[in-house]
């Protein structure tokens, strides 16, 4: 009898496939558990990072709102209410209603221009080309604002979307003013069947995206990206001006 053949010798060799086979599951099942723990974490940890981006992106929501009615106040307390006690004072004291007239006028003016910021009047019926040129008008006596456009669809954002471009406009000339020393700016719209895309470029000092930090008017911007579902980049460089593009794609109603 061959000595392979030897039963002791075959139970021996069995014993060390058996080990063998078993030693490779081991490996396999701790490979896959180590792979299987490392993807857990890694979708925990972004699904932390998720978290802490939507709770900014939140606070940040809450702070533009309370600076909103800061704002209001104040323009409401030392704006319309200021002038309108003028007007109380001066009628008290009888003096030419002429002079009267004229502080009505400017408080008339003023009441005007809180409500528009309030709400665009005339929102549903009025497009959204219309809408962007208005809320640019004021600031046409501090820049040299140029606003063209490039209509391709007839297509007709809701009320609520339009404000939140209107905002979007608003806070990006806001910030060129404060930061940006600009004396010039270029506001381009485009509108197609698939999407509307509204470029803002102003001449004024640029920066550095590399180290840019997300302020509370970039965490305001991007909170509205994402309500329009809409994308967004930052074109910058010291000395060269910013340029911000935004692409909101349309919606079909069948995706509503």
Not at 22 to 44: P, S
Not at 146 to 175: C, G, H, M, W
């Amino acid at each position: 009898m061959e000595k392979w053949q030897d039963p002791k010798t075959l139970a021996i060799w069995i014993a060390i496939i058996l080990v063998l086979v078993f030693t490779i599951i081991l490996f396999v099942v701790k490979i896959m558990h180590t792979g299987y723990k490392r993807m857990v974490q890694a979708n925990l940890r972004q699904a932390q990072m998720q978290l802490e981006h939507q709770k900014k992106l939140t606070e940040t929501s809450l702070q533009a709102q309370e600076k909103e009615r800061t704002r209001i106040a104040s323009d409401l307390h030392d704006s319309l209410i200021g002038k309108l006690t003028v007007i109380r004072m001066k009628s008290q004291l009888g003096l030419p209603l002429t002079e009267i007239d004229s502080l009505l006028g400017e408080s008339i003016t003023d009441a005007r221009r809180i409500s528009h910021d309030l709400t665009p009047p005339l929102l549903e019926q009025t497009g959204i080309a219309d809408l962007i040129d208005n809320i640019l008008d004021p600031w046409r006596q501090k820049m040299d604002i140029i606003f063209y456009t490039d209509i391709r669809s007839d297509y007709q954002f809701t009320p609520v979307a339009k404000i939140q471009i209107v905002r979007v406009v608003q806070e990006l000339i806001t910030n060129i003013v404060k930061h940006a020393a600009a004396t010039a700016v270029t506001v381009h719209l485009r509108t197609t069947h698939n999407s509307t895309m509204l470029t803002v470029k102003d001449n004024g000092n640029g920066f550095d995206t590399a180290i840019l930090k997300k302020g509370l008017g970039l965490h305001s911007l991007e909170m509205r990206m994402q309500y329009l579902s809409a994308s967004y980049k930052v074109k910058s460089a010291q000395g060269r001006g910013t340029r911000t593009i935004m692409v909101c794609p349309h919606k079909n109603e069948t995706d509503e």
